[in-house]
Each structure stands twice: as structure tokens, then as C-alpha cells.
């Protein structure tokens, strides 16, 4: 006796990255922070009594709204507060698309973050899938095609995964003045990244089918943490706030986000450091022939001169180095690197010059 839905039957879960227990182990794989959140951070989490425990937390993150809607010159009503990001895109899709066969799906872009389709296959939408060119620029017809196939929502991840190129905000307006349903710009990395999407949010343009898409777990070194936020037009935010979860954000993440964005400053000085590492790894890559891909985010892509990308993957493994190995069209003689501190970038360029026919020997 089967009792689950067909699409759930069917389904093919999200693969995270590993988490190795093994503290030893370089983990450049999951795109995380390599350093640590302000103390601030760990203060206030230290510092959560018995009482506050005790009670429910504020439904809607109050405070933290108050204080995201501060740090980007918005409106507490243009903020939702989300257990991580991811339930925020899991949100959307509730809120946007139709539970069916026929039309009112997703419209994403290939390649492009794999939890969208994951997400849409449990919600039972379509999904509507735009190449992208070899060098993962988007198509100028790609509201279009979604329009043509009938979505309702549109995912952009901006800086894109898994190649950090950044699309302008001009683009993204376009796509969103000619997209018939709601556009969600996934900006995951941003803080990484030379400019963010908030110029669409702002009086002038005021578009109101735009949502981006913020999270603590990379910037703000707050992964473990589960918090993140949605920026939009305060009619999509009611919208999305009639659906969420009573209690989808606990005390304890919501004080410590909030302590993080007052700490801004401190996350900001962390995310200099990765994006001047990262500009030394691009050049380190290139110089050992590797093909890099210019990222505006805390991860490269990188193609090896020869070997394949998968068994690079492994030979790192053995040498306790985790990076992400993605065995799809398009990506499987490519690896994906996340910058790390400078000692285990270091780790890593060796590694990669001791691995025999993996890599370049120039
Ligand atoms: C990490 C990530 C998210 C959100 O992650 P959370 O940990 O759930 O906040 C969303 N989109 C992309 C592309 C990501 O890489």
C-alpha cells in the first residue's frame, strides 16, 4: 500500500553538499562563510533566558523586520522574515503556482540552483527550464519563453550559482516589466557581489512583482542559524505572510539575526577578505591552465586543462578537501570552489599541483 502522493513517490530530494563530521577536513564545497559571525552574534544568543524560551516568538520577527527594513532603507512592511532562504523560495512557490499539470509552474533557467525544481516537484508545479549561452549569460527572450509556458513565477539566483556571474539591474527590470508573473531574484551572494537588485524596489521604479530573496547563511556566517528574509512590494509580503508557518522564525534566530545585520559592519569586513582571496584564487586557477569563470560571489567554477573534473573531486576528497562535483549537462567537467581562508585556499592550490594528470603541470 502506497500512502504518499505520485509526485512525492516520484520525487528526487535535494542533494546538500557534504558535512563531514571531521572538524580536519577543508570544506570548500557548501559556499559558507569561512569565518566566524560577529560575537555580537554569539552574545545575544548566550544571553536568550528561560523566560524568553518560555514564550512564543514575535509571529512575524518583528524586530528583526524593524531592523532589515532599517539596513535597507525600506519599510518593515516590505520584509518577510524566513526560516533560511530556502523557505522563502518554498513560500513563493506556494503563494505563485498552481498545483497542476498544466501551466502556472516555474519558469528557472538551466543551470541554476537545484533546490527550484526539487521544490517545485513537491508543490506538484511545472517547471520551465531557459539554457542558458556557454557562458552562462541570459537569453534576452527568457520572460518571453516563461510568459509562452505560463509561469508565475520566474527564479533568477543573482550573483548566478553555480557560475558567480551578476547580472545588471537594468536586466533584471526588463525581464520583470515584460514577465507576467512574479519575478524572484534569489540574491543569496550578494554580499559578495558589486551591486544588489534593491534599485528595483526603490519609489521610482517600484515594480510590484519583485522579490529578493536575502539570507543570513553566507554573509553573515549564520548557515546553522536557519534565517532569512524576502524584500518586496508590501502587497506581495501580505501575500506571502498569510501562508507562512505561525511561528516559522524562533527566538533565538531571530535575536541573533537581528544582532547580525546591527553588527553589519563586522560581516562586511569578512566579505572583503573572500572577495580578495577569490580574486587571487581566479588568477592561482588560471595560472595552472584551469579555465575560471569571473564570479561576483564566494565560489568559482573551474574547468581542470585535463583529467576529468570527477576524479579531481576525488583526489581532493582523499587529501581531506571538499569541493562540489555536479554530474549534469553542462557542469560535469567542471568543479565548483568555494573561497575559503587564505591558509586553506593555499591547501588547496598544492593539493592541486601534487595530484598527478588531474591538473595543469605548467
Ligand atoms: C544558500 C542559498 C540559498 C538560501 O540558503 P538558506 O541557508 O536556506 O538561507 C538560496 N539560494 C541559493 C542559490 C543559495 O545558494
Not at 533560511?84 to 543551470?111: H, K, N, V, Y
Not at 527568457?142 to 510568459?147: K, P
Amino acid at each position: 500500500m502506497a500512502y504518499e502522493r505520485d509526485n512525492i513517490r516520484a520525487l528526487e530530494p535535494y542533494t546538500s553538499g557534504e558535512q563531514p563530521d571531521d572538524a580536519s577536513v577543508i570544506k570548500l564545497n557548501t559556499n559558507e562563510n569561512p569565518y566566524p559571525p560577529s560575537p555580537a552574534v554569539l552574545d545575544v544568543i548566550v544571553t536568550v533566558t528561560g523566560e524568553q524560551l518560555r514564550r512564543y516568538p514575535s509571529p512575524a520577527a518583528a524586530s528583526f523586520r524593524e531592523t532589515a527594513a532599517r539596513v535597507h532603507s525600506l519599510s518593515a512592511d516590505n520584509v518577510i522574515a524566513t526560516n533560511g532562504g530556502d523557505e522563502l523560495l518554498r513560500l513563493a512557490i506556494t503563494c505563485f503556482c498552481e498545483p497542476s499539470r498544466q501551466g502556472g509552474g516555474i519558469g528557472i533557467t538551466e543551470p541554476t540552483y537545484s533546490l527550484y525544481k526539487v521544490l517545485a516537484a513537491i508543490h506538484d508545479t511545472p517547471v520551465t527550464r531557459v539554457a542558458l549561452a556557454d557562458d552562462f549569460s541570459l537569453p534576452d527572450d527568457l520572460a518571453a519563453q516563461w510568459n509562452t509556458a505560463g509561469c508565475r513565477l520566474g527564479l533568477v539566483v543573482n550573483p548566478h550559482a553555480p557560475s558567480g556571474a551578476l547580472r545588471s539591474v537594468e536586466q533584471l527590470e526588463r525581464i520583470a516589466r515584460v514577465f507576467d508573473g512574479v519575478l524572484l531574484v534569489d540574491e543569496a551572494y550578494v554580499d559578495f557581489a558589486a551591486h544588489d537588485a534593491l534599485p528595483l524596489l526603490d519609489a521610482v521604479v517600484d515594480l510590484d512583482n519583485v522579490i529578493l530573496l536575502r539570507t543570513l547563511s553566507k554573509g553573515y556566517s549564520l548557515a546553522g542559524l536557519r534565517m532569512g528574509y524576502g524584500l518586496a512590494h508590501a502587497a506581495l509580503i501580505t501575500t506571502m505572510d498569510k501562508a507562512r508557518d505561525s511561528y516559522n522564525t524562533d527566538v533565538v534566530a531571530q535575536a541573533a539575526a537581528t544582532a547580525a545585520l546591527c553588527h553589519r559592519d563586522e560581516a562586511e569586513n569578512t566579505w572583503s577578505v573572500v572577495i580578495d582571496e577569490r580574486d587571487r584564487l581566479t588568477r592561482a586557477f588560471s595560472d595552472l591552465l584551469f579555465d575560471v569563470w569571473p564570479s561576483q560571489s564566494n565560489f568559482l567554477l573551474v574547468r581542470p586543462p585535463s583529467g576529468s573534473a570527477a576524479g579531481l573531486y576525488q583526489s581532493l576528497k582523499t587529501c581531506g578537501i571538499l569541493v562540489r562535483y555536479f554530474d549534469q549537462p553542462g557542469l560535469e567537467d567542471k568543479l565548483r570552489v568555494t573561497v575559503g581562508t587564505a591558509d586553506q585556499n593555499d591547501a588547496l592550490l598544492a593539493a592541486i599541483q601534487r595530484i598527478p594528470g588531474d591538473s595543469s603541470r605548467a
